[in-house]
């Protein structure tokens, strides 16, 4: 199932894996709506038989320097970030709790090892995604639920490539920055962070709960 406030962009996504040979269905919704939420999550039950796999990927990214951010643009991208993460999370959870089985991959940032200026209220929220990552690992690991998060380096999504274009020279300029202090001098496409959500949500990775997988073409080194 495909969960986004973007209805078309959901359909693209669940087509994309229809062509490939997957079931898949798109369901409009926003993360921040718990009935919303909690109805897709059943919406699943029926035509999946349940909800085995979560990933947390919902979020948003609006520039905003420190003293020009206002609390309701702060409230927004914690609401969306951080208790959207909750949200699903805590819908989906009960099922796997019952089943004695689950895998929950959180989508945080790369940011939250090095920083970024005009993105306090994003970072924010991402290291609280680690938090909570980690908070659940230990409260679900006697159920066999594995919850691990993901910290993508600056991946060229069409969100991404919007945020920087809306910057003009500037933009490019950080873009080329960052591409600088990364060991692999190339940029990151959207598909290989997919496949660090496979080995999360596969029984590849079933020693593993509790982490942070930095996929960053090794910007952040810890
Ligand atoms: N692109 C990057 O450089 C980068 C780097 C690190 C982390 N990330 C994270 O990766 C994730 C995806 O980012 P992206 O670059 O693909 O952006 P994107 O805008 O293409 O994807 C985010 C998706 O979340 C959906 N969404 C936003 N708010 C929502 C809400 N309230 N309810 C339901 N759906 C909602 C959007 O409609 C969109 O489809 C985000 O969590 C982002 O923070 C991105």
Redesign the pocket.
């Known amino acids: 199932m495909v ?4 209805g078309s ?2 359909a693209g996504v669940a087509a994309a894996i229809q062509a490939s040979g997957g079931r898949a269905i798109s369901v409009l ?4 709506d718990v009935k919303v939420v909690k109805s897709a999550v059943d919406r699943a039950g029926t035509e999946f038989g349940g909800i085995h796999i979560l990933i947390n ?5 609006p520039r905003a320097s420190l003293v020009e951010m206002t609390g309701e643009q702060w409230d927004e991208v914690l609401d ?2 951080l208790k ?1 993460v909750f949200h699903c999370t805590r819908a989906v959870a009960p099922q796997m709790i019952e089943r004695r089985a689950g895998k929950i991959v959180n ?5 939250i090892h090095v920083g970024a200026p005009n993105f306090s209220h ?1 970072i924010a929220s ?1 290291g609280g995604v680690i938090g909570f990552t980690r908070a659940l690992a230990r409260e679900l690991g006697d159920y066999n639920i594995h919850v691990n998060a993901v ?10 490539k919007r945020l920087v274009a809306a910057q003009g020279k500037a933009g490019d300029e950080a873009v080329a920055a960052i591409v600088a202090r990364q060991c692999l001098k190339r940029r ?1 496409q ?1 598909a290989e ?1 997919a496949a660090v959500c496979l080995f999360l949500a596969s029984d590849l990775s079933d020693s593993m709960t509790g982490q942070t997988l930095n996929a960053d073409c090794g910007n952040a080194l810890y």
């Open positions: 969960f986004d406030r973007d962009g959901a919704g926003d993360v921040r990927n919902a979020g948003i990214y969306i970030n959207g989508i945080s940032s790369v940011n994003y991402k910290t993508p380096g600056a991946i060229q999504t069409e969100a991404e990151i959207p962070i």
